[in-house]
């Protein structure tokens, strides 16, 4: 059995934007120590978090071949992405479909650098979870998001 090589954290980049507008480089999965999930669009699939190889929205073929964006599905919005943004403005304070629409009017490369802002803690500039309320390098809470339990 050969080992792989750990999995480099990658900063907020259009590569890590999912097709569905999660910012992969913001999930857990990607920024814990172990097992570190390289994103939903990487090439190799044995490396991925089980949920992102089993992903409906990542394998929708509904324009032929795997969406890019969803925005340009002609079912957009589907009940299955609009389904995980209710969960995530619910659980998390953070919206597929607006990232989506941000993308879809600013371009790809506006809504990057904006992630890039938004995203950073405000006491060590490191990236935030979007599933953590607080920071994983320095314990600041996330900023708004009171009404989540802090060991999320």
Known sequence: ???RP???LRPIQAAMI???G???ALCIGHL???NRCPGCNHRDD???AGACRQCTIKLCTRQGRPNRFCFRCPDYPCRRLRDLDKRYRTRYGMSMLDNLASIRETGLRAFVAREKIRWACPACGKPLSVHRAACLHC???RPGLGHLPRGL
Do not use: F, L, V
Request: aromatic share 0%.
């Open 18 to 20: 999912a097709p569905c």
């Open 46 to 48: 044995q490396i991925k």
């Open 22 to 24: 999660m910012n992969c």
């Open 6 to 8: 750990p999995i480099r």
């Open 32 to 34: 814990r120590e172990k």
């Open 1 to 3: 059995m050969t080992r």
């Open 139 to 141: 314990g600041h809470p």
